[in-house]
């Protein structure tokens, strides 16, 4: 009897946590595109909540520091992260991106502080929504740099070459 | 000559550790108390030997030898002899170092107790903890060496440990410089203290094998791991607080714990050494749950491993995975055969590990603790799942999709506050049987004064509702707390004719895991109160103002003063510093300093927040951008961060609470015998 009630009270709370599991997963899942996905799907892609990657042209960023409208063109880059080190690491991919005019490129609007990692040939991770007018609307913007920091080899190598 | 020296004495205590492991093995199965001292020595010589090889790396790292690559990616000329020596493990080599290092500490630390009876474990402590160093050093001396050289090899520069045919050395002219944002003091000590919480779980989980191994299976593991899972546990909070409080400082954007999953990484082995420290009560006081614990103290285990592998691997895009690097794979099979064998192992001493009573009522203790089990349980497979989600979809869709802090906060919100409902009934709960009505009658009091402190809040405060059930639930584990505190001492007044001071020193002193906990609990509840103020109540404004000009936000007004900005070349930084007035409600409180800190070795901003803080609420203000041609303009983004500084000061309670539960006893009277304390199970008070 004892160990009936156990087992139903154990089953009750696994349900429960399935079932915010399923819920909350439902309800804030955000699908990882790069940018030739989020353009090839065009509108399917609006309003659905996304989380693109792309590398930040530096040109393009613009800051309005009256309105903290930040906003900037990524290029494409590969969603997979090993075929980014089979081509030469993420720095390299990202300079690629960043220098081929045949990349799709989609326009990005993100407000708030500019961040401190925002420069050219990063890695921009940005949650948000695509809109009607194909640009991106990101709520958040996360940045990785392959900055110098992170080579293996100095640049005073890299002049030798 | 140096990084060879290094390298060799890295490689020497891997052997040593190797030699520990055949010797301690073969010495437990052949019976041979010589061969398992011989064990323990070599043991002991593994830490003095990885300690010269850390001394020879910090001493290259001081001494700028960029020709070293490690020395040249985390430090530069214009760091600080300190940063220099915490930049052993700012980076990976490095930290994987430091990490064996520790485990060389805690294992030397462990082989030198007195052993006496339980000298039969010692053989398999050792034999566990030298195949976790041995993994480690591995990864050190195959993978991830920090000794390793740049050399001239026709033209190019390469790196390698070994001089290859007709090179040179190359020594770059500086370093790279550790990354602005680690120069922080918090993040100096953040990851020594997680990873001393990680290191520290090592040791029950290789006393847990022993034990199985050994098919001594009663309590005798747990009572000897007690102080290290407590310390350990210690440790981690103290990391994941510290990470947190960096972030709040550094990072400046006004939060303080983003659900990363490098983050969720280091909860993950918290939330099972959390449930482990509350189970294995049960264990001692009743004899149960022994599988439970088992594989516990296995999870945790696996999960320290795993969570350095994430931080360490790249797998997940996360602020803190610095790079992509070989050593995944390793780490996967590392953690993958480890758990098995572990669980392995469980299973074939199963029927050894059978409960000595059974369960008989769902509100006692015994119960009521082990549903506090299957919650923490259920906030980490929330946590698991959310960090494994993108990767699982991925593989049977084909489309990868991820979840955000929404995911966590929804789906973990109501467990932590069934958690705190729980805080507040299992004190009152009794060993072996309570009723509704027992629990009722010792509840009520606090539940209703909870309730009248929340009809308050709701009239001056708040309507907002989850704000409200968290301020009772909070209020609740608060008053039954302190009423736990003020029985006891009343108890022990009367018994002893002392006063209550005495009483309550005293009664403390004689309990101090359970007045240690409650002080936990306490702490809890404090930092509740914070994460609540900034979760449910962050406000924010920002601008563009001109010298002159002023923001308002709730009842302050920030006014813009100045700007400076100039650069100091010997430490190679620009800053840029406001100046700003902060009044509220007209009243003058002072100036607040907002910066932004330009590092010109790695290219990079830090921007720190100037903060003033109350225990009402913090103004946290960053300057965001300033236009030098435009008479001096600024542009600000400030939020009013309500009740957060109660997050910090419960977390400093909270490392009090843990030291005194953890502090060695006068006498070793925690012996108690399980039979007495059944038959006071009816005063739940004196059954501790």
Known sequence: MQRTKFILGGLLILAAVVYLIVSSTKASAEYFMTVDEIIAKGDVAVGQSARLSGAVIGDTVKYDSATLELTFDVAHVSGDNNQIEAQGGLAKVLAEAVNDPTRQHISVVYIGPKPDLLRGEAQAIMTGKLGSDGIFYADELLLKCPTKYQEAVPDQAEANN | MLPEFGYGIALVSFLVALYSLITAVYGATRKSTSMVESARRGMLLTFPLISISAATLIYLLVNNHFEVSFVYEVTSRSMPTYLKVTAWWGGQAGSLLFWSWLLAAFTSAVTLRKWERDFEFLPWVIAICSVTLLFFLGMVIFYENPFTRFWLVNGNVEPHMFQPALATVFTPQDGNGLNPLLRHPGMVIHPPMLY?????????????MAALITGRTDDRWIRLTRRWSLWAWLFLSFGLVLGGRWAYDVLGWGGYWGWDPVEIAAFMPWLTGTAFLHSVMIQEKRGLLKHWNMILVILTYALVIFGTFLTRSGVLSSVHAFANSPIGPAFMI????????????????????????????????????????????????????????????????????????PFYERA????????????????????????????????????????????????????????????????????????????????????????????????????????????????????????????????????????????????????????????????????????VDVYENGIYLGELTPRIDFYFDSQQNMTIPGNRSTFRDDLYIILVDWQPTTAMGATFKIYVNPLVNWLWIGSMLFLLGVIFAAWPDRDPAEETSRRGVTRHASQPSAAD
């Not at chain 2, 506090?372 to 946590?383: A, D, G, K, R």
């Not at chain 2, 103002?545 to 100045?562: D, F, M, P």
């Open chain 2, 412 to 579: 973990t919100a109501p467990i932590f506050a069934a958690l705190m409902f729980l805080m507040g009934v299992a004190p009152l709960s009794a060993w072996g049987h309570s009723t509704l009505k027992t629990l009722g009658r010792a509840m009520w009091k606090s539940a209703l004064i909870a309730l009248v402190v929340t009809v308050i809040l709701f009239a001056t405060y708040t309507q907002n509702i989850i704000a409200l059930i968290g301020f009772f639930l909070i209020a609740l584990v608060l008053l039954v707390t302190a009423q736990e505190f003020w029985r006891g001492t009343r108890a022990r007044q009367r018994a002893q004719n002392e006063n209550f001071f005495t009483s309550l020193t005293r009664l403390m002193g004689r309990n101090r895991r359970r007045y240690g906990g409650y002080i936990i609990h306490i702490s809890m509840m404090l930092m509740a109160i914070g994460i609540l103020g900034i979760e449910v109540f962050q406000s924010s404004t920002q601008g563009e103002l001109a010298q002159g000009e002023s923001l308002n936000i709730a009842e302050y007004t920030v006014k813009y003063r100045e700007l400076a900005s100039w650069d100091d070349q010997g430490k190679g930084v620009n800053f840029t510093r406001a100046v």
């Open chain 2, 334 to 405: 590392f953690v993958s055969s480890t758990f098995i064998t572990s669980i392995a192992l469980v299973i074939y001493r199963w029927p050894t590990l059978h409960g000595e009573t059974e369960m008989k009522s769902m509100l006692s203790r015994e119960a009521l603790f082990l549903l506090n089990n299957l919650l923490f349980m259920s906030v980490l497979v929330i946590c698991f799942w959310g960090v494994m989600f993108p990767l699982v979809s991925e593989l049977f869709t084909g489309q990868k999709v991820t979840v955000g802090p």
């Open chain 2, 196 to 208: 001393l919480g990680f290191v520290s779980f090592v040791i029950p989980y290789a006393f847990a």
